[in-house]
């Protein structure tokens, strides 16, 4: 978080390799220097591990993020796991993206409320888990839901997990009608 004179040479050696190497200043000639190219592919390289190997870790050092999210209060902390589409109330847009704690989990289950709004009766909501269908559910306008599917045997070990859900219809709320919505949502947990 803090270049001593070393660092900063290190930095500056990187950032002119790289500027080179992928030509962002086309305008300058700049030559090659001594050592240049190996700071750049060392640095690269132990970004990309890091990418790979610590972004979750740091993540969840950084968000509470585990394998529950009940919306009966929605916590502050719970907002965590809304990447988007679903407000505080649990209301939910045609596209909703939820991230979950999962190692050693193996089963989705969520609970909501269809809409007080007949026109949606029958709406289908997919649900998905990183990319992969695994099942969907229709609510009824007014009426309780609840809904459980396997995960994926090759997520079940992932620290983290995507969940999405997507609708094939909505209606808009609100008092100026600006709010696209599905249904709502009660909980959603992994177990």
Known sequence: SHFNRLGMEIFAK?????????DLLPMLTLQPRDGVAEIVESMEEGAR???AVERETKLL???PIDSKLSFDPLEAADGTHING???????TSPYASLTFRCVGKKVLSLSGRGLDRPELDGVSI?????GRPVGSFQPQAGEPFEGTWDLPADVVDRKLINVILRSDDYVYVGDDLQHC???????VHLE
């Open 61 to 63: 050092r950084q968000f």
């Open 85 to 91: 589409g679903v407000d505080r109330e649990g209301l």
């Open 126 to 130: 997919e649900v998905s888990v990183e």
């Open 49 to 51: 591990a890091d990418l």
């Open 181 to 187: 919505v599905s249904f709502q949502l009660h909980e």
């Open 14 to 22: 990187y950032l002119y390799g790289t500027i080179r190497t992928r």
